[in-house]
């Protein structure tokens, strides 16, 4: 069965400091992963995906993350935080349909509330 | 412009009494989705559907259903809501295999 653990339920940086958001994952296949970012009343939007292709996944916005299999982890930075980067953060997995999974069937973490000081 | 628009947006209702959230896309998703947000639980799914007339349960399937008769509709329904199904909903709609979600923008329901 597939499970996302994030660490920290609330983070809090200064603006202009390095955004590191944490998330490991458990999957018995290799996995599809992805980050997904809540703003203040809104639903969900995509920031980034790993689909077995670069471990480095680029998104929107500056984000970034990096796909480290020994490690069971797909953790999310972003070199210089921002007033509106303040959001709820999500990480989720997915097994492919390859492998036997519902490819479009994601888990999704606990989530990780971001809160960026001026 | 592409859309997963869900309605009511908010919603009081009493315990017992049928209620029925609306889900429609205008993207041509196969998958459809609906999520229950908690505090402190993040999201839960409830239901999916890889597409018309297949649909199957998530993690907290107890006390709703759907049904997917067309492909742009995914209605929840609780046919007799209780107050621990007071929670902010979330439909979303992806293309086949993606895992991509295109989220609603959610309807908060209170259940007294």
């Known amino acids: 069965a597939q499970s996302v653990t994030q660490l920290g339920s609330h983070v809090s940086v200064s603006e202009g400091a390095l955004v590191l958001l944490r998330c490991n994952y458990s999957?018995?296949?290799?996995?599809?992963l992805f980050w997904y970012v809540q703003y203040p009343n809104q639903g969900l939007q995509l920031l980034l995906k790993y689909t077995s292709a670069a471990t480095l996944v680029k998104g929107i916005n500056g984000f970034e993350a990096e796909f480290k299999k020994s490690e069971t982890s797909f953790h999310l930075t972003k070199p210089s935080a921002h007033m509106s980067d303040a959001a709820e953060y999500f990480c989720?997995?997915?097994?492919?349909?390859?492998?036997?999974?519902?490819?479009?069937?994601?888990?999704f973490g606990k989530g990780t509330k971001l809160s960026v000081k001026p | 412009e592409a859309q997963v628009t869900q309605n009511p947006r908010y919603l009081i209702t009493v315990t017992g009494k049928k209620l029925t959230v609306t889900c429609s896309q205008n993207?041509?998703?196969?998958?459809m989705s609906w999520y229950r947000q908690d505090p402190g639980l993040g999201l839960r799914q409830i239901y999916y559907?890889?597409?018309?007339?297949?649909?199957d349960k998530g993690d907290v399937p107890e006390g709703y259903k759907v049904s997917r008769k067309e492909k742009r509709n995914f209605p929840l329904i609780l046919e007799s809501p209780s107050p621990n199904q007071t929670s902010l909903y979330f439909c979303?709609?992806?293309?086949?295999?993606?895992?991509?979600?295109?989220f609603g923008e959610g309807s908060r329901l209170t259940v007294l």
């Open positions: 989720a997995v997915s097994e492919p349909a390859n492998y036997g999974g519902s490819q479009g069937n994601l888990i």
């Open positions: 993207m041509n998703h196969e998958y």
């Open positions: 999957s018995s296949v290799p996995p599809y």
């Open positions: 559907s890889m597409n018309v007339e297949v649909t």
């Open positions: 979303a709609s992806s293309p086949a295999g993606t895992g991509e979600l295109f």
